[in-house]
Structures are given as structure tokens and as C-alpha cells.
Nanobody
Framework: QVQLVESGGGLVQPGESLELSCTAS????????LGWFRRGPMGREGVACL???????RYTDPVRGRFTISRERGKNTVHLRMTNLKADDTATYHC??????????????WGRGTQVRVAS
């Protein structure tokens, strides 16, 4: 059974940085993809995806250049480094697996989420 556990959310001011982490069990990142989606006022949005076999990454346009997804070497753990945070980034961030790799924002399993709030 796949289980995903997130950590690292919190309250920050605009322009600041935050890092989220996700550890997966019952899942092998060497063969699949892992990443994040967020739930905000506008609904659910795919944020970042890391394709385990190739190491390739995909980001949604609003976060490209500000967010970086990375893998902890040899582990089923990914990190999402978020910089220059904006109020629009306020959401609950869920770690997720993907049904079609990183080619589509199609989510399979996800964790309970961690809240990120960006406010002055």
C-alpha cells in the first residue's frame, strides 16, 4: 500500500523561501514519478513532478523558475524548494504519485497535505 507523508509547511512572508519534503513507502521512485499538487482557492493544481527513472522534471507555469523538485539520493524522498513565495502560492500542498508519469497532471495516490501560507 502506498503511503505518502509530507512535512515542512508553514507561514512565511512574500519573497521568502520554504522547503517541503515527502517520504513515500510502498512505492519505488526508481520506476515511477512523484511530486506535488496544491489545493487553493482556485481548486487543485499540479505543481511539480519528478520522473524517477530519467530524473526529468516538470513544473506548472506559475512556479517555474521559483520552485525546484529534487530527490534525496537512494531514497523515496523528494523535496520541493520554494523560493520568492507569493500570496498566490498559499494552498495545501499534497505529495502525489502520477498515473501517467510526468506527461499529465493525473494524480494517483496522495498524502494528507501540508499547509503553506504566504502573508505579510
Amino acid at each position: 500500500q502506498v503511503q505518502l507523508v509530507e512535512s515542512g509547511g508553514g507561514l512565511v512572508q512574500p519573497g521568502e523561501s520554504l522547503e517541503l519534503s515527502c517520504t513515500a513507502s510502498g512505492f519505488d521512485l526508481d520506476y515511477y514519478s512523484l511530486g506535488w499538487f496544491r489545493r487553493g482557492p482556485m481548486g487543485r493544481e499540479g505543481v511539480a513532478c519528478l520522473h524517477g527513472p530519467s530524473g526529468s522534471r516538470r513544473y506548472t507555469d506559475p512556479v517555474r523558475g521559483r520552485f525546484t523538485i529534487s530527490r534525496e539520493r537512494g531514497k523515496n524522498t523528494v523535496h520541493l524548494r520554494m523560493t520568492n513565495l507569493k500570496a498566490d502560492d498559499t494552498a495545501t500542498y499534497h505529495c502525489t504519485t502520477f498515473t501517467e508519469g510526468c506527461s499529465q497532471w493525473a494524480f494517483d495516490y496522495w498524502g494528507r497535505g501540508t499547509q503553506v501560507r504566504v502573508a505579510s
